[in-house]
């Protein structure tokens, strides 16, 4: 009997239905003729905690680093516990004699199962099967072709090396830069990664160069001609921006004086695809740009989406193409949205437009990856039982699948150039002659202006260029001269740094660290040598405003600015974690790891000795400074931190002593411009402890924590939840933070 893992429940469902024979569901698994199929959750094991090796490493301890382990430990994930039981129950069930391996097709999903299998200490024979398609068709096809798991070995030993590496970088370099700022009386944790420190270090970038930007002056020139009775506005063509007002007015009198010629009208047929299918990144773009929804809040809708409504396919792909297998079967798809959407009249009028006879580039085998792109499944909803962001984010989704099945949209670009002498002034113009799914698609409209653009675009409405000719006469009606200085870059938005990640290959210095980005992402659409990954970037984003190190504005631009924390973090961070450069050599020796020419140990064994040599650094007392230290007027020993409210989005300050437990100090200030009000009531906490009322009976205590106005100190009450109606029990804690029952204020 064959057991199939699979890496999600959804593809678990999709091999049963590949397989022939009776169908029986159980607790955590399948039962499809003579094979049994699982599923993980994606992963359900996690690298262990530095106690785990020696319960000494509890305690973070400068002299203990960098961590001595040998073989690496997985635990399993709390959440995934029982499923994990399942799963090794099963592979150790005597009537299975074969494993078939159905992670998803690349290093990450290799190591998932893999990491189960020797959690099991499994010794049975592994088979793999690689399927990125979970429609029957390809899933039968993809079951025709199992392959020996021991063929991918190279590509699991790569996938184990890159976590394991991050493991070692990680928890070591975080604890160093921790335990040393702390004994300069600095009370926060100081967190470093492969991918999160580049990010962060991008942000204090783009924000030193807005801020130490010195604007200089420019002059721009225009002219307005009269051609064929029509009225142009041109800008005038410069290889660089004119700096010296001279030269601007001495180009403005050759004009005046010279006779303008036509050099060429030309007019080009062109035509544009349909946008694209989503990536979940291309997805969070266009959220935060249109709806203002964070990258890790999209990232939780579409979970959403996917699991709890079966409304979406797999949501964390980072492909933007389609099989084919799926042109063949949208027409079921589309008769669900037909039927979910009858009473939304702009999506109804869209699928009413579509036409699936049409097959747009987006169905293209050749270009799929581990996963296909983010599209509608043919599941029947109640969209009033989607929340307003799920329905609009699904919104999006349902958009760009059917824009899939659209003609292209066609247009005519026309440019003119137009001389005085020397002097060469140009304008264009585009004029649409065929509207397909441009209409539908108005809101998601990815034309921007370039960030670095400081011209404006000019505008010569009214008229069509194409009815314009090279022997047209043309007359100088004026010549202007404009004033403008340069802008700095602008701060970053979400919407702009998820973009910049993709590409961040572009401000290595060193050639070849960029070749290498660029060759990490050859063949991946929308990648082109980035960093992170699109389910990833999301998740380091929010570490870097929960930490500390970046703020978001609250309103739907998202600007994101680096924090004095942040900046100092990079300042101090060694050089190889505050750019690519760290996964870009990974990278190389990751490909050595793949081919059999490099062992995982060796690699580990080298990036340990570069975790010691920057941990030897600071340890020879590096001199680091963060800021200053505001110390909590409530406990006298931790330190403010400053926070943000995951609803609201407003700031506050947080003692550094706060315990998730409530054993720590409570006192919590409101930010009134970057500082903490201390003449502020500070803010009382309540919870239910469900502890009955020894008076009433009736109502249950109700805890209260809060600082004293007298003494400043913390101090816990508790109260009876029916005092609305006439009970007055009211007491302190005692020493172990319970009620004095007995003790009646």
Known sequence: MKLFIAEKPELARAIAGGLNGAYRSNDGYIEKGDNLVTWAFG????????????????????????FQIGEFKYVPIKSSVKQLKIICDLIKRNDVDE???????DDEGQILIDEILAYAKNSKPVSRVLINDNTEKSVKVALGKIEPNSKFKGLSERGFARSQADWIVGLNL????????????????????????PILSLVVSRDNEHENFKSVFYYTINGEFNVGGYS???NLKTDEKIGDENIANRIKSECESGRAVI??????HKSENPPLPYSLLKLQVDCSKILGLKPDKTLEITQSLREKHKAITYNRSDCEYLPTTLWESAGATIDTLISNFRDNAPISEFIAASNTSI????FNDE????????????????????SKDELSVYALIVKRFLAQFFEKKEFDSTNIQISIGDNKFIASQVNITRHTFDTFLKAESTNEKDENDDDEELINDGMDFRCLSESDNVLLRRVGITKKKTNPKPYYTMATLLKDLTGVAKYAKDEKIKRLLLEKDKGKKGENGGIGTPATRSVHLANLVDKGYIEVSSDKKQVIKSTLKGKSLIKYAPSSLTSADMTALWFEMQKEIEAGNLSKDEFLKDVTN????????????????????IKCPTCGKGFLRRRQNSKDKSYFWSCSEWKADKSGCNAIFPDEKGKPNFNAKPKQEQKTTGIKCPQCGKGVLVEYRGVSKTTNKPYTMFSCSEWKNGCNFRTFADKSGKPKLEANL
Not at 43 to 66: G, I, R, T
Not at 99 to 105: A, E, K, L, N, Y
Request: aromatic share 8%; proline share 5%; with cysteine.
């Open 232 to 234: 142009i506005r041109t």
């Open 174 to 197: 975080t604890r160093a830069f921790t335990t040393y700022a702390r004994s300069a009386g600095y009370n926060e944790v100081l967190s470093l990664g492969r991918v999160q420190t």
């Open 359 to 362: 097959k747009s580039v987006a």
């Open 263 to 268: 050099d060429f009208i030309k007019t080009e």
């Open 99 to 105: 494993i078939v391996h159905c992670g998803d097709p």
């Open 43 to 66: 992963h359900v094991l996690a690298l262990a905690e530095p106690q785990a090796y020696n319960p000494n490493y509890e305690k973070w301890n400068l002299a203990d680093l960098p």
């Open 367 to 386: 270009n799929i990856t581990a996963h296909h792109a983010i599209i509608p499944t043919a599941q029947s909803l109640d969209l009033s039982a989607l």
């Open 610 to 629: 570069q975790v010691k040599a920057e941990i030897d650094r600071i340890k020879g007392g590096v001199q680091m400074s963060f800021g200053e230290q």
